[in-house]
């Protein structure tokens, strides 16, 4: 028997009908809209898309999981390349430990001799008796070290320097006669050459690879930079923040520390050559002449820093100096990070001259803006440029004494170099002072030009005996 309908449904239905908008018709499509899944289908469904209409467009909507491509991997920079050798890290964080206080010794000592005998002149003076004695005992502790080994020789011959900062600070301290400062500041020439040690460690590991060679002598450049950049600044606070000794103690600990660290690492350390069948890197063919070369390009660096310390206090900002020349640092550093990462071409021999003849056309810009503006912005501006020339001079250099030195005497041979550039740098600090008193600290930047237009010629001189590898000859004996 049917059941009646409630007299309210036929009401509601016809209100809906009246209040419900009317819609477009849709048109038929060719397509299902969707398909329900299959009854039976109990595992994980079937993820299709789902197609649904609005007004006047077609929506597609995808429920399924996503899967990302995976990006292509960039291939490793030059720099993430090296740091990737066994060992490397190791002994490169030792080392740049050991390296920084090369830039801290002698301001610290400046500042504390100054500071509590109230005398410049002797504090000058006790530093460039060091400076004398470094280039006169630095390339027999390199010998040491390439015929005992690293660990053997630079950790003694660092102690041994250690206890000479250490007595120097207690002769300060004490009030001890002028003399003895003298002979506690020459026992610091016993420091070994931590650079010239990590460049022997990466010719060692690296001597397959020329251009990852190139990569890391450009590392280490741009790592003496960063230490001379730093070390200066760090000195100063710590004897000015805390009082005048503290920057030679906390030289003295990160110098000892960084020593250990590095020597530590005997996996990456090259052999040592009791019995060197090689000559002398003096008496090797392209040697002097590199050394030579190296003497002028010292003195760009001295002269630039004792005339810019003396321009700077002539316009009323001596404090400002330091500064200045840490942006010449900067600038120095950058560039060789930047040469170091690209593929040099041609050999180091023909690369030489452009790099001297870059640098000395870059320091004209300080002759310039020191002449004409004398303003001490610009001029820091033109040293930030004209330092961009001296890392990859420096660089190349360097690897052409790794190329023309024996193996046997690797560290004897690049410490020589150092020295060559410690025998620069005082000349032209001299030359820097002397035309700076007697004529004017603007006129005084031809002192750099003048010595980086020496290195070029020097560096267009053909070599003695082209074409002849000592390495071979050594390899062959």
């Not at 209409?53 to 991997?73: M, S, Y």
């Not at 500041?185 to 190139?214: C, E, F, Q, S, V």
């Not at 060789?336 to 030489?352: I, S, T």
């Not at 002759?367 to 912005?377: C, K, N, R, T, Y």
């Amino acid at each position: 028997m049917p059941q009646p309908t409630p007299a309210h449904s036929s009401r509601t239905s016809s209100r809906s009908a009246l209040s419900a908008p009317s819609r477009p018709s849709l048109p038929s499509l060719p397509f299902r809209l969707s398909r329900p899944f299959p009854p039976h289908a109990t595992s994980a469904p079937v993820h299709t898309p789902v197609l649904a209409v609005t007004a006047d467009a077609l929506v597609v909507a995808d429920f399924g999981p996503r899967t990302r491509r995976p990006r292509p991997r960039r291939p490793p920079g030059p720099y993430r390349r090296l740091l990737a050798t066994p060992g490397a890290r190791a002994f490169t964080a030792g080392n740049l430990l050991a390296r920084l206080p090369a830039g801290m010794f002698s301001v610290s000592a400046v500042v504390m001799i100054a500071g509590t005998r109230g005398s410049y002149a002797l504090a000058g003076a006790v530093t460039a008796t060091g400076l004398a004695a470094t280039a006169l005992v630095a390339p027999w502790t390199a010998r040491l070290v390439d015929r005992y080994g690293q660990a053997r020789a630079a950790l003694p011959a660092t102690l041994v320097a250690a206890l000479g900062s250490l007595a120097l600070l207690l002769c300060v301290r004490w009030d001890a006669p002028a003399w003895t400062l003298f002979a506690a500041y020459a026992a610091t020439a016993t420091t070994p050459n931590t650079g010239g040690m990590a460049r022997a460690r990466w010719t060692h590991l690296l001597k397959d690879d020329a251009g990852a060679l190139h990569t890391a002598n450009s590392f280490e450049q741009a790592m003496d930079e960063l230490c001379f950049m730093l070390g200066p600044v760090l000195a100063a606070f710590l004897c000015t923040a805390l009082f005048p000794e503290a920057g030679t103690l906390v030289a003295v600990v990160l110098l000892v520390t960084g020593m250990l660290l590095f020597t530590a690492q005997r996996s990456t350390e090259p052999p040592a050559r009791p019995r060197p069948n090689a000559k002398a890197p003096l008496r090797t063919p392209g040697i002097p002449a590199l050394l030579v070369v190296c003497l002028a390009t010292g003195g760009v660096f001295g002269a630039t820093e004792v005339v810019t310390i003396a321009f700077a206090d002539a316009q009323g900002h001596r404090a400002a100096a330091g500064a200045v020349l840490a942006l010449q640092a900067a600038g120095s550093c950058a560039a060789g990070l930047l040469y170091g990462a690209l593929k040099p071409a041609g050999p180091a021999a023909r690369r030489l001259p452009w790099c001297v003849a870059a640098m000395a056309a870059l320091l004209t810009l300080p002759l310039l803006a020191a002449s004409l503006s004398g303003s001490l912005p610009l001029l820091a501006l033109t040293l930030l440029v004209a330092g961009m020339a001296t890392a990859p001079t420096m660089v190349t250099t360097m690897t052409l004494v790794q190329q023309r030195t024996p193996r046997d005497r690797l560290n004897e041979g690049m410490t020589l170099a150092v020295t060559g550039l410690l025998g620069g740098i005082a000349c032209g600090s001299a030359a820097g002072g002397w035309t700076v008193e007697h004529v004017s600290p603007a006129a005084a930047y031809a002192i750099p030009v003048t010595a980086a237009a020496t290195a070029l010629l020097l560096a267009l001189l053909p070599p003695r005996t082209p074409g002849h590898n000592p390495r071979d000859a050594a390899t062959r004996h």
